[in-house]
């Protein structure tokens, strides 16, 4: 006997076991140039059908990818930038493909009908999971309890999903395209891999490059499900609409139509949506809210006696009811001794660069910051420049837009008497390669004999051993160390890799600094000579340093490129 699915010989006439038992090629079905007939009738020659599924599985290859990223990126940007966040966003989805591959075998009798209902399915689901993930962290993300880890399980949930409709498209345009005509499997698949790995690679480079610079995350989801919902709609009703009954083709023209609907009233409320979320999430009183080329800046109040807040991505970096107090503690201690030249890696707000200036002998700082956006925030937006005392015009200040590292390794050889390291937490991602070994290794080159390095570490009561593997590895990089701890933060500073609603963020009470010198162990003081700091004093200093020895976690290994050990 032989099996009705195996390809056939050239030149012969197979038989297809169609949805209503075996079909020969008729009268009316194309003949191909191998001879083998057309399954069904088709609207079109057998050439330009082919090309047509292809070019689907192109389209929906592309779509696919973007549902992936997109879920990644929500991943990153509501809920932490956690690479063990984004393995189980990826490895989920990966296993839900090939569940979803083998649930479409129960298809194949009715591919024409299943892909069409798949592709109406992938539409509303990837094209609407950005919005719903964002509501539901906006709106719920604060209740705590059973619902702690909602949004997470619901972003696994989305993946699920997502990834079981992405895994059932291949077999069931296997199926298809064998329909109109028959070739040998490994032939067909070939040409199906073909066109979905370059669909994958469009799709990849479309969700940076286009998507989310010219739409954003929101927009560019629901543009990317109805482009899905389209296509799949189109290639099922246009060229296999003689496999479905009347009534099947109803429906799922009546399906797309109202995922389309929904989809573009999404689309066009999506402004009032976000402004809601952000209300939901800060409060009545955004500011500014803008996407940089890097991350999305927000600030909030600053009039009216109303304090002024910066975040970034999400993650509150300045609080003005308590950035004196940081900004203090960041910079005086190291401007002892001289300090004609600086370095300021981070800190484009300018409130480093603020208290830096303070001190009249200053000759020149150099800024390094990764967002030029931020930078020009803070010249000209009227309350933060108000807060940084428009440090970033004065002629002294040179601002350079470069990621810390890439800059660093041109940097001129021993030209800097301080260095202020005033970056993110070491658990982002994006930030762990600024906290290496390597890292400290180019700093150390940057300063000039006798200069002195300060570094952020974190909060010291919260994460103690992200800081203290900070102090390891300055330590491993050569330079010597004396570690302080300042208290008196707000509540709600994040100062950790995590985003939460800025009122139920976990309260972070102090922070943690890493003063270090090439050739000798420094100690945290006040410059005599220097301003005179209003929350810091030279016994407070020495009462900080205790502080932070109490709090040491000893026996830490370096962090390096190839091997961070911060915690995310």
């Not at 066109?195 to 954003?216: E, K, Q, R």
């Not at 296999?240 to 139509?257: E, K, S």
């Not at 150390?444 to 909060?459: F, N, S, Y």
């Not at 340093?545 to 109490?550: F, G, K, L």
Request: proline residues 6%; aromatic residues 6%; positive net charge.
């Amino acid at each position: 006997m032989i099996d009705p699915q195996a390809p056939a010989p050239p030149g012969s006439a197979q038989p297809w076991d169609g949805p209503d038992g075996p079909v020969r090629a008729g009268p009316d079905s194309a003949e191909g140039p191998d001879g083998a007939g057309s399954a069904v009738p088709l609207p079109v020659r057998q050439g330009t059908g082919r090309w047509l599924v292809l070019a689907g599985v192109f389209v929906c290859a592309a779509c696919g990818l973007v549902y992936e990223l997109e879920l990644v990126a929500l991943a990153a940007y509501l809920m932490g930038d956690s690479v063990a966040q984004t393995s189980v966003v990826l490895s989920v989805m990966v296993f839900a493909m090939g569940i979803g591959s083998l649930a479409a075998k129960r298809l194949r009798r009715h591919a024409a009908a299943g892909f069409g209902a798949v592709e109406a399915a992938l539409a509303l689901v990837g094209g609407g999971s950005a919005m719903a993930l964002y509501a539901v962290f906006a709106w719920t993300g604060d209740w705590g309890g059973l619902w702690a880890s909602g949004p997470r399980c619901l972003l696994v949930a989305f993946s699920l999903a997502t990834g079981l409709l992405i895994g059932a498209e291949v077999p069931l345009l296997m199926e298809l395209i064998q329909r109109i005509r028959r070739q040998d499997a490994g032939g067909a698949l070939a040409d199906l891999s073909a066109a979905d790995y370059v669909g994958a690679l469009v799709g990849g480079l479309a969700f940076p490059f286009l998507l989310l610079p010219l739409l954003g995350q929101l927009t560019g989801a629901l543009i990317t499900g109805a482009v899905n919902a389209v296509v799949g709609g189109a290639l099922v009703l246009g060229l296999f609409r003689h496999d479905l009954t009347r009534g099947a083709r109803r429906l799922l023209l009546t399906a797309n139509v109202c995922v389309l609907a929904l989809l573009a009233t999404a689309a066009v409320l999506v402004d009032d949506f976000e402004r809601a979320a952000r209300h939901a999430l800060y409060g009545a009183d955004v500011r500014v809210a803008v996407h940089t080329d890097v991350q999305e800046v927000l600030l909030t109040g600053g009039r009216d006696g109303r304090p002024l807040n910066l975040f970034l991505d999400g993650r509150l970096r300045v609080s003005g009811r308590d950035e004196l107090r940081y900004h203090e503690a960041l910079v005086h201690p190291a401007m002892p001794g001289r300090h004609a030249r600086v370095l300021v890696l981070g800190g484009g707000d300018g409130l480093a660069v603020r208290e830096v200036l303070r001190h009249p002998r200053v000759r020149r700082v150099d800024v390094v910051e990764l967002d030029a956006g931020v930078v020009r925030l803070a010249r000209h937006d009227s309350a933060l420049s108000r807060l940084n005392a428009h440090s970033l015009d004065d002629p002294r200040v040179h601002v350079i837009t470069a990621d810390a590292f890439d800059w660093l390794r041109t940097a001129p050889t021993a030209a800097y008497d301080v260095v202020v390291s005033d970056l993110p937490h070491p658990g982002i991602t994006a930030s762990t390669k600024l906290y290496a070994q390597e890292f400290y290794g180019l700093v150390r080159r940057a300063l000039a004999p006798g200069g002195r390095l300060v570094v952020h570490g974190g909060a010291v009561a919260s994460r103690p051993r992200d800081f203290w593997t900070v102090d390891a590895t300055l330590r491993a990089a050569g330079l010597r160390t004396t570690a302080y701890r300042v208290r008196g933060r707000q509540a709600g500073f994040a100062a950790g890799p995590d985003r939460e609603p800025a009122d139920t963020a976990r309260a972070h009470r102090d922070w943690g600094f890493v003063l270090a010198a090439d050739r000798h162990t420094p100690r945290p003081r006040l410059d005599p000579a220097g301003p005179r700091p209003r929350t810091l004093t030279d016994a407070s200093l020495a009462a900080d340093v205790r502080a932070a020895e109490r709090t040491r976690v000893a026996g830490l290994p370096p962090s390096t490129l190839v091997h961070p050990r911060y915690s995310d």
